[in-house]
């Protein structure tokens, strides 16, 4: 049962990771821009955060479905709206860091004495400052717990955690390559793929900022 848990873990959170969103985009571009050295800091560290995350979201899955709506309203703003918002800001903000930077060229070494702070701490931060991950935990951690597909004790959400650590790990690591393949496929420029994946965030804010106008209107 609890290798199943395990699986569980994976399969689901690694899905999650499956649409393009500020986490594996950003791993694409340090593919690109930093190298594999510095993506495997990146992605063991949020990686790390993620494990924490999910627990206590599966802690709260069950609880906060029963008695939270996601159409209701914080001060008189859907909790819905406010993620949104942040998410907006956040991929505007990262858009923007993407463009300013486009032309820098991509600084990559082997070297041992790397300085791997930097893509720990942003990982760190990523895995912190991951908000869509509230309405996809409330909504997937409350439907296995309800169909008893995992059990609520503390180790079997442990595993699940960790399964769920070993799923984004996985699913970046994918993507990380992906990047690498496409780079070298098509033999595409820095620049382009930095110009790509700034234009592909803001289009993801405008895609927010309408659909929250039709939730208005």
């Given amino acids: 049962m609890l290798f ?20 594996n985009l950003t791993v694409a571009q340090l593919t690109i821009n930093k190298g594999m050295r510095q993506v495997w ?12 995350f999910t627990f206590g979201m599966m802690r709260f899955a069950r ?16 909790l819905g709206t406010l993620v949104d918002c942040f998410m907006i800001l956040m991929f505007i903000v990262m858009g923007t860091i993407t463009w300013i930077n486009r032309k820098k060229v991509p600084k990559t070494s082997s070297k041992k ?14 895995g912190v400052l991951n908000p869509v991950q509230i309405p996809f935990w ?3 951690g409350n439907y296995v717990i309800l169909h008893e597909w995992i059990k609520t ?9 960790i399964g769920s650590g070993f799923g984004s790990a996985g699913a970046l690591y994918v ?5 690498t393949f496409i780079q070298e496929k098509f033999a595409l420029s820095s620049l382009i793929i930095n ?8 289009v993801l804010a405008v895609y927010l900022i309408v659909k929250q106008l039709i939730v208005l209107l």
């Fill in 4 to 23: 199943l848990t395990f699986i569980l873990g994976i399969l689901l959170n690694a899905m999650g990771y499956i649409p393009p969103g500020n986490i």
């Fill in 41 to 52: 800091y990146f992605i063991f560290s949020f990686s790390c955060v993620e494990i924490f």
């Fill in 63 to 78: 609880w906060a479905m029963s008695d939270i709506n996601p159409n209701e309203a914080v001060s008189e703003v859907r």
């Fill in 113 to 126: 004495d790397d300085k791997r702070s930097g893509s720990v701490l942003y990982g760190l931060i990523l």
């Fill in 138 to 140: 409330l909504f997937f």
């Fill in 153 to 161: 004790d503390y180790l079997s959400l442990i595993i699940f955690a």
């Fill in 175 to 179: 993507y990380a390559h992906f990047a």
């Fill in 195 to 202: 110009k790509s994946i700034a234009i592909f965030l803001y």
